[in-house]
Nanobody, 124 residues
Framework: QAQLVESGGGLVQAGGSLRVSCAASGLIFASYAMGWFRQAPGKEREFVAGINWGGGNTKYGDFVKGRFTISRDNVKFTVALQMNSLKPEDSAVYYC?????????????????WGKGTLVTVSS
């Protein structure tokens, strides 16, 4: 059974940095593109960042503007999101998702496996 487990969320001041990680098990990790999504209270889940199966291609939501970096380790079956220059509006639950096709990574409806999320709170 596929399982994704996020970790690394927490409270950080505006302008600070945080690294969230996702550990995968029960799936052929290298066959999936991996993405990070987030959902703030009262808002829809939105795409944050994605990476293809080999790690050579990445894409980001428009609001990222060079602040975040996604990476993956196909030996350890992990994907990470390094977030810098955090803003209060980045506060949300961050979810890890596995998607069969990189070209459809930005749509939450294409995610085949979800983690349960990790809460990131950025104080002003």
């Amino acid at each position: 059974q596929a399982q994704l487990v996020e970790s690394g969320g927490g409270l950080v001041q505006a302008g600070g940095s945080l690294r969230v990680s996702c550990a995968a098990s029960g799936l052929i990790f290298a066959s999936y593109a991996m993405g990070w999504f987030r959902q703030a209270p009262g808002k829809e889940r939105e795409f944050v960042a994605g990476i293809n199966w080999g790690g050579g291609n990445t894409k980001y939501g428009d609001f990222v503007k060079g602040r975040f970096t996604i990476s993956r380790d196909n030996v350890k079956f992990t994907v990470a999101l390094q977030m810098n220059s955090l803003k209060p509006e980045d506060s949300a639950v961050y979810y890890c998702g596995a998607v069969p096709r990189f070209d459809r990574l930005q749509s939450p409806t294409e995610v085949m496996h979800w983690g349960k999320g990790t809460l990131v709170t950025v104080s002003s």
